[in-house]
């Protein structure tokens, strides 16, 4: 079992930067791949970035490709998503996410365990 936790959203200003971070407890987080995801008001919740087991292989959203970092430190049982040049539409609710395999997902339905989400805003 994994319990995330998400922190560090807020509001920022168009050209910003956020850093996001997502605590996990459990003993399963250092074995699992994480992701973020996010969620617009209407719209249904979309892949942002996801990272393998060790954080050697990520992968993006074209549409955050080049801004948006995804991290871990499975020392510190916590994920990061370092969020650059950001726009508004970037605005969402950004979920970060465990499964129980090792490898890189991108569907929701690959996810196993959920934070409750961290609202970021990005002014123009």
């Known amino acids: 079992q994994v319990q995330l936790v998400e922190s560090g959203g807020g509001l920022v200003q168009a050209g910003g930067s956020l850093r996001l971070s997502c605590a996990a407890s459990?003993?399963?987080?250092?074995?699992?791949?994480m992701g973020w995801f996010r969620q617009a008001p209407g719209k249904e919740r979309e892949f942002v970035a996801a990272?393998?087991?060790?954080?050697?292989?990520?992968y993006y959203a074209d549409s955050v490709k080049g801004r948006f970092t995804i991290s871990r430190d499975n020392a510190k049982n916590t994920g990061y998503l370092q969020m650059n040049s950001l726009k508004p539409e970037d605005t969402a609710v950004y979920y970060c996410?465990?499964?129980?395999?090792?490898?890189?997902?991108?569907?929701?339905?690959?996810?196993?365990?959920w934070g409750q989400g961290t609202q970021v805003t990005v002014s123009s």
């Open positions: 996410a465990a499964n129980r395999f090792r490898t890189i997902a991108t569907r929701v339905d690959e996810y196993d365990y």
């Open positions: 990272i393998n087991w060790l954080g050697y292989n990520t």
């Open positions: 459990g003993r399963t987080f250092s074995s699992a791949a």
